[in-house]
């Protein structure tokens, strides 16, 4: 057995004339124990018919209906069973419903007396607000139907509900028919259940109070509801996408999610997030997500990859300025978007409006172009910051026709999302440190194996030389006078070598390891000069030098430098002039003023030469041509490393110049310029450089 036909349907069927209305549960609840308070305070016996949507409502009422029950011999109580709820004939009449029929997602209450008659015959709307899992919601539950004191309307209702019972209920035949008969038929009561009542009794102002009181407290409760899950939402959603975000330490991945999380959450026509600083003259946009269009709709242009200008974008300066999210709600109209002066701006803002008078204009035209091109209508702006340092910026677009005010939930969503945006790409951007801080230990790991390794090779190969020598002369008695002379005369140059070789590496140490302490001072440039030749001078003979010019104006400012690591740096690159150019070749030492605040330095030779792709290489430490074992000019192969740590020093460059080989070298270096020599000077000496050949 089952019936699908709903009352409230057949009833409105048949009196077409008959509004519905929206009940809140709550209100149904109060209605329903009004009518039957009714009836507990009346001597009537009337026809009671009682939908209840399930046995456990039923349940709840269970007592009621119990005392109800001793007033009137027809009372039906229907209900969807549950755990024992059946079909009965005990205190009063119980059917219980097939939970698919219809009338099982339906609220009937009927009672027709001698001087009352009314009915309440609704049914549930399901709507997605009202979710029926949360309990604290149960109340906010809507139904949608009738409400009356009218007896036709509420005769009809009992007429339909009794057809339902007797269809139930078949052995209740007699029972109904009498109940028909002695309520429903024309003979029974007239439609007296208004008039009847004197006006001081007339319950219905009085009810339609009731219910207008009782709902209005209903829709109150279901807004704080309301308000209530909307902030759960968002912090649900905050949670959520900062969870997402927090989960990546890939700036990318981190902006992807944020923003087709941001997007869809908030259901803007366009969200875009970029990164930016606030002195970029533009960026590009990396990041959008565009709300999905409908059928027939015009889908929206995409932004992603585009040139967004920022030096030349009003909104983009004023974030910036502010350090606050901007908003425009009409792109057409708005004065910062079209250069004219708004009236309602503080007087400051309004002059500087007059005072940059074209240049806002022009400086807005980019914006206009975007805005056109990609269909804004409103736009919100929110920056991305970390401890007042802009990172970037999330905007949201409203592309229909009419313009969009973001709400305030809105607003502290999206300027939430930004800041956890924010703290994840600066950890992303710590990790990213991180990891490169690693790979450059790693690096330096490495060379310092790769140094261990040569300096072992490069020491060892003086030790055994030294080794071998002595060994031959304390094994060998009968050797030679000449021959002794000659083993022990490579014993003590490798001695030396190994000496020096140890002193250099040292120095390259100190200095890399940034221990030197510099004391930097004005300096005369050619007293610098004339030292390291002293230096030259000493070691090696005048026969062996090639002729030396200084080329080096008389007026020259002074410098500003270390003057010990100066001359050391001057007496290197002079020495490697002289060892690798014929005594019959040229060395010069010139300086090159160009205005800055440098001095370039410049020892020339017209020896060996360098090949071309050498000429880096030759700033690596243990760096030899010829390499090592066959070097026939003696050195370490670390002076030009030690004078690229003493440039680098005082700031300076250092570098190499050559034709390649045999045709000659030029090294040059730069030192910061101390101040010039008083005017007066310069004046008398016209300028000219000082020519000096020295040999
Ligand atoms: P060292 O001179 O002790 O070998 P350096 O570091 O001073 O070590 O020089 C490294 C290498 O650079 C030299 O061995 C040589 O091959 C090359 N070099 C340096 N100066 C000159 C120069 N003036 N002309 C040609 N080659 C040079």
Same mark, same amino acid.
């Given at each position: 057995m089952n019936i699908t036909t709903s009352v409230l349907a057949s009833l409105l069927q048949a009196m077409p004339q008959l509004r519905q209305q929206v009940y809140f549960k709550s209100s149904l609840t109060a209605l329903s124990h009004a009518m039957e308070d009714q009836v507990l305070a009346g001597s009537d016996q009337p026809l009671i018919i009682a939908n209840f949507q399930r046995e456990r409502f039923y349940r709840q009422e269970a007592h009621r209906y119990r005392r109800i029950a001793k007033r009137t011999s027809q009372l039906y109580v229907l209900a969807a069973p549950e755990t024992d709820f059946k079909n009965s004939s005990e205190v009063h009449e119980t059917v219980a419903l097939a939970p698919e029929d219809d009338l099982s997602q339906e609220w009937h209450l009927v009672v027709i007396g001698q001087h009352y008659a009314n009915c309440l015959i609704c049914r549930e709307r399901l709507t997605p607000v009202a979710d029926s899992t949360n309990s604290e919601m149960d109340t906010s539950r809507r139904f949608e139907g009738i409400w009356t004191f009218e007896r036709n309307v509420s005769k009809k209702a009992a007429e339909l509900l009794l057809n339902c019972i007797e269809v139930y209920r078949p052995e209740l035949a007699a029972k109904i028919a009498e109940a028909k008969s002695r309520y429903l038929g024309d003979s029974a009561l007239a439609d007296t259940s208004i008039s009847f009542l004197p006006e001081s009794l007339n319950p219905d102002p009085f009810v339609h109070r009731l219910v207008t009181y009782l709902q209005a407290g209903q829709y109150k409760l279901l807004k704080a509801y309301r308000s209530?899950?909307?902030?759960? @939402?968002?912090?649900?959603?905050?949670n959520s996408i900062t969870a997402a975000i927090r989960r990546s330490l890939n700036p990318n991945e981190i902006l992807e999610v944020a923003v087709q999380e941001l997007g869809q959450a908030i259901g803007s026509c366009r969200c875009v997030i970029y990164c930016c600083k606030a002195t970029d003259a533009a960026t590009t946009i990396s990041h959008e997500f565009l709300k999905p269009t409908e059928q027939g709709e015009v889908k929206l242009a995409p932004t992603q990859g585009q040139s967004w200008p920022l030096q030349d974008n009003g909104l983009f300066q004023e974030v910036v300025q502010h350090q606050e999210p901007v908003y425009v709600e009409n792109t057409q109209d708005d004065p910062r978007l079209n250069g004219r002066k708004d009236s309602r701006q503080p007087q400051a803002e309004r002059r500087t409006a007059k005072s940059k008078g074209n240049a806002r204009n022009s400086r807005t035209t980019p914006l206009k172009n975007l805005i056109q091109q990609f269909s804004i209508r409103s736009v919100l702006m929110v920056p991305m910051l970390y401890q007042g340092q802009l990172l970037g910026m999330v905007e949201l677009?409203?592309?229909?026709?009419?313009?969009?005010?973001?709400?305030?939930?809105?607003?502290?969503?999206?300027?939430?999302? =930004?800041?956890?945006?924010?703290?994840?790409?600066?950890? =992303?951007? =710590?990790?990213?440190?991180?990891?490169?801080?690693? @790979?450059?230990?790693? =690096?330096?790991?490495?060379?310092?194996?790769?140094?261990?390794?040569?300096t072992g090779h490069e020491l060892r190969t003086p030790l055994s030389t030294i080794q071998v020598c002595l060994e031959s002369l304390a094994s060998e008695p009968d050797m030679s006078p000449e021959l002794r002379q000659i083993m022990l005369n490579t014993a003590l140059t490798d001695a030396e070598r190994m000496r020096k070789l140890i002193q250099d590496f040292l120095t390259l140490s100190r200095l890399e390891s940034g221990r030197v302490q510099w004391h930097p001072e004005p300096l005369s440039l050619q007293e610098c000069v004339e030292l390291a030749l002293s230096h030259i001078r000493a070691r090696r003979s005048e026969s062996e030098l090639p002729q030396i010019t200084i080329q080096v104006p008389e007026d020259l400012p002074l410098v500003r430098a270390d003057g010990e690591w100066l001359v050391e740096a001057l007496a290197k690159l002079l020495d490697n002039a002289c060892k690798f150019t014929t005594p019959q070749g040229q060395v010069m030492i010139r300086t090159q003023s160009n205005g800055s605040s440098m001095l370039e330095v410049t020892v020339a030779d017209t020896g060996r030469g360098i090949e071309p792709n050498r000429l880096e290489d030759v700033f690596d430490r243990f760096y030899q041509e010829e390499g090592a074992l066959r070097r026939t000019a003696g050195g370490t192969g670390l002076g030009l490393a030690i004078c690229r740590q003493i440039v680098k020093g005082w700031g300076g460059e250092i570098w190499a110049d050559s034709a390649g080989k045999d045709q000659g070298s030029q090294f040059h270096f730069t030192v910061p310029i101390s101040s010039r020599p008083p005017e007066t000077k310069r004046a008398t000496d016209g300028g000219q450089p000082s020519k000096r050949e020295i040999k």
């Open positions: 209530i899950s909307a902030q759960e @939402q968002k912090e649900r959603l905050v677009h409203h592309c229909g026709e009419q313009p969009y005010r973001w709400k305030e939930d809105e607003l502290a969503l999206v300027e939430a999302i =930004a800041t956890q945006v924010g703290v994840a790409l600066i950890q =992303a951007q =710590a990790y990213a440190n991180l990891e490169d801080l690693n @790979q450059q230990l790693e =690096a330096l790991d490495r060379t310092r194996s790769n140094l261990v390794a040569i």
